[in-house]
């Protein structure tokens, strides 16, 4: 019998060495479709796409648009005028140029710009890119411009991949080595962590070629997040069973079912709950908020299928040796329990629940506010952390030409047309040049030049301008026009997203809970804990980061994930409170049992959570960066505060209601905690010391009224097993 169990061992993992074979081609593949321009994010709809999608068409195809930058701080001399005028004369000569490049000086002398464009890379990248640095390569000044920018922003998209990936797998090994205390245990979920990742890269190509869901440097880098966080979630479910089984039953095969049959359940409803709310962003119209929700569900589900699979396998193939030096043996018992934290925040709000849910109310109140100090849109060239040659080139225009245009907003217009729209344009007010530009397919290119900087406030206004006085059928798109669409999507994405993840959420809990109660207290925490985490970066985006601008997607992106993973925690501590409750525990009671015995799976959970968000922070794109805060800000409020006393004291206060119209809230029984074991701490049964690390076991403990407490059972915590303690 037992060479079959191990026979089932090892043939899980044949069929995962054939899955990872299969998966190998299309894994391969994910870098080549991602697509990470401004465009690339923006609906079909949006006059930008349809701009880009128009001047593809054209004769030559899409250009490349380029700025040539010439400085010197004390004031360029004839022979930098003449090197520049020589460079430029080469450029022209080794590249077809839709036009010749004409010398605009600034007024003080210092700065001259060519602006230079050129159709021979037509859409491919990989020649844009060596167009870019062929021209680098040929001018001794800075080049920068739209081309140049996308091409920058490409490179260091392609960059992240390596650094995200080794940093996340970092973080995780440390954290996992802290928690188990195990040379060799570690090691073991963080390679199925892998395998998942691998997993979930082919299984998102195999997407986007069969339903075109867009895939950027974004959605790709917040997947392999999630997969180690989550799955490393998951496993630290499975072990922490996993190891209180193998006490009791002397067969790792039996050990490892009993463990999957407990602790799975949860798993799933945890995992459902995360991959529901993603699969929300497809409402969105943003394409890359669109091809974010199921890019992140695939992490999830692959995190789940592996650790539910693979990690099972692998730990029953490796025994009980695996945990060395902190062997599980069979028939032994764990030491003997100290007091928890978990019991003590327990006690702290059981005494005081209505002081401590206003005083965390108000604090997570006034940390909101802080949102009132996010700073504006972000710009295109205060997008990366680092200073890219691009971005360079801007801000030294930017200096040069400070009431001055320097990168054109694009207007297409029926051929037909174009000769009124070219008058219309150089009527609008904020226009200060508007020249025919290439035609083709029945359309007209106009050039326009604003007569304020890109993406200030003024040419903003320009672009509206623009398209109110030009009217249906014309677009006006360039750089500017694609960061003003993105900015309108994004707001109108809110406005739809935001609900819809809310009621759905809402519904998964009601189901899971049968109240309806619970859920609006559960979704209340996370909505507040996401004002509070935006708050938060509101007070240091600036301050403490430099971040000169916000990324338009950022509040929608941090709800959905801060509202599903939040929730997902959420389930842990009632799902628990719910049984203690079906046991005949009063409410109260029974809300400060399930902290105390869940307390450690949350905590566990969230501190590695926080983390591989936190990895984020340090990539040089602000989006990722302030993205990557804000959820691990969230994590933790929601890990820290939330869960352990608003929840909590809420649940103290509301007693059998917080279970309405369930059955619960029928139950009779009373509902003061006073003197229970559970809120005193007196009789509890906290974490051991024997190899978990930072958890609370769960048991099934029960409180009488007379300040004695019994706990009987054993944990599912992902700390160590808690102790049966009778006082």
């Keep these: 019998m037992e060479g079959r169990r191990r026979i089932v061992g090892w043939g899980v993992l044949a069929l995962w060495v054939i899955v990872i074979a299969l998966a190998a081609p299309l894994a391969g593949k994910l870098g080549d479709v991602q697509r990470d321009r401004a465009v690339d994010y923006l609906p079909a709809s949006a006059d930008s796409t349809q701009v880009a999608e128009i001047t593809e068409q054209m004769p030559g195809g899409d250009s490349t648009d380029l700025v040539l930058v010439y400085h010197r701080d004390g004031g360029l001399t004839p022979a930098d005028e003449a090197t520049a005028a020589r460079e430029v004369a080469q450029v022209a000569a080794e590249h077809p140029l839709t036009s010749p490049p004409r010398p605009v000086p600034s007024e003080d002398g210092t700065t001259l710009l060519y602006a230079v464009s050129s159709t021979e890379p037509g859409t491919d990248e990989a020649a844009r890119d060596a167009f870019v640095h062929a021209v680098r390569e040929r001018v001794s000044g800075e080049v920068g411009g739209p081309g140049a920018l996308a091409t920058d922003a490409g490179e260091v998209y392609a960059s992240l991949d390596g650094p995200l990936l080794y940093t996340t797998v970092a973080v995780v090994a440390i954290l996992l080595i802290i928690i188990y205390r195990s040379p060799f245990l570690w090691l073991v979920p963080l390679l199925v962590a892998g395998v998942a990742d691998y997993l979930s890269m082919a299984v998102t190509y195999a997407l986007h070629q069969g339903f075109d869901i867009s895939v950027s440097g974004q959605s790709t880098g917040v997947m392999t997040i999630l997969v180690f966080g989550a799955g490393t979630d998951y496993a630290l479910l499975l072990v922490s069973r996993y190891r209180e089984e193998l006490r009791r039953t002397p067969r790792p095969y039996d050990a490892m079912t009993a463990a999957l049959r407990g602790c799975g359940p949860a798993v799933l409803a945890s995992c459902g709950t995360v991959a529901l709310g993603m699969l929300c962003l497809l409402a969105a119209d943003m394409n890359s908020s669109r091809g974010m929700g199921p890019t992140a569900a695939v992490g999830v589900v692959c995190a789940l299928v592996a650790m539910m699979t693979l990690l099972p396998a692998l730990l ?412």
């Design 316 to 727: 029953v193939v490796l025994g009980r040796r695996v945990f060395w030096p902190l062997i599980p043996a069979y028939g032994s018992k764990p030491k003997a329990a100290r007091r928890s934290l978990f019991a003590a925040m327990g006690s702290s709000a059981g005494r005081r629940p209505l002081a401590v849910l206003l005083t965390g109310a108000a604090a997570l109140a006034a940390l909101a506010l802080g949102a009132l100090n996010l700073p504006g849109a972000l710009k295109q060239e205060d997008s990366f952390s680092t200073t890219p040659e691009a971005v360079a080139a801007m801000k030294t225009l930017a200096t040069a030409y400070p009431q001055t245009g320097t990168q054109p907003i694009t207007v297409i217009a029926p051929a037909a047309d174009s000769s009124s729209a070219l008058r219309t344009a150089r009527r609008t007010e904020g226009v200060a040049k508007a020249e025919l530009g290439r035609t083709g397919d029945g359309w007209t290119e106009i050039s326009v030049l604003a007569s304020h900087p890109p993406q200030s406030t003024a040419e903003t206004a320009t672009i509206r301008e623009l398209r109110s006085a030009l009217g249906d059928g014309v677009y006006v798109g360039g750089p500017s026009a694609e960061q003003l669409d993105m900015a309108d999507t994004s707001a109108r994405d809110r406005t739809l997203v935001i609900p819809l993840v809310l009621a759905v959420v809402l519904i998964v809990l009601a189901l899971l809970l049968r109240s309806l109660v619970a859920p609006l207290l559960l979704v209340a925490a996370v909505v507040a804990v996401w004002g509070a985490a935006l708050g938060i970066g509101g007070l240091v985006f600036e301050a403490l980061f430099g971040f000169e601008g916000t990324d338009p997607g950022l509040a929608l992106l941090s709800f959905v994930f801060l509202v599903a993973l939040g929730v997902d925690y959420g389930i842990f501590l009632m799902h628990r409170m719910r049984e203690e409750c079906l046991n005949g525990t009063a409410t109260g009671t029974a809300a400060l049992t399930a902290l105390r015995t869940t307390g450690g799976v949350i905590a566990s959970a969230g501190l590695v959570l926080a983390a591989t968000f936190a990895v984020l922070v340090n990539m040089p794109m602000v989006q990722l960066a302030e993205l990557g805060f804000v959820i691990a800000i969230g994590v933790l409020l929601d890990t820290f505060l939330v869960r352990t006393y608003l929840v909590t004291s809420a649940s103290v206060l509301l007693g059998r209601t917080v279970w309405w119209p369930g059955p619960l809230a029928k139950q009779d029984g009373a509902e003061s905690v006073a003197g229970a074991g559970a809120a005193s701490g007196d009789g509890v049964g906290a974490a051991s010391g024997d190899g978990d690390g930072a958890g609370v076991g769960s048991g099934s403990g029960s409180a009488s009224g007379d300040g004695v407490g019994t706990e009987t059972g054993t944990g599912t915590g992902s700390g160590s097993e808690s102790t049966p303690v009778r006082v």
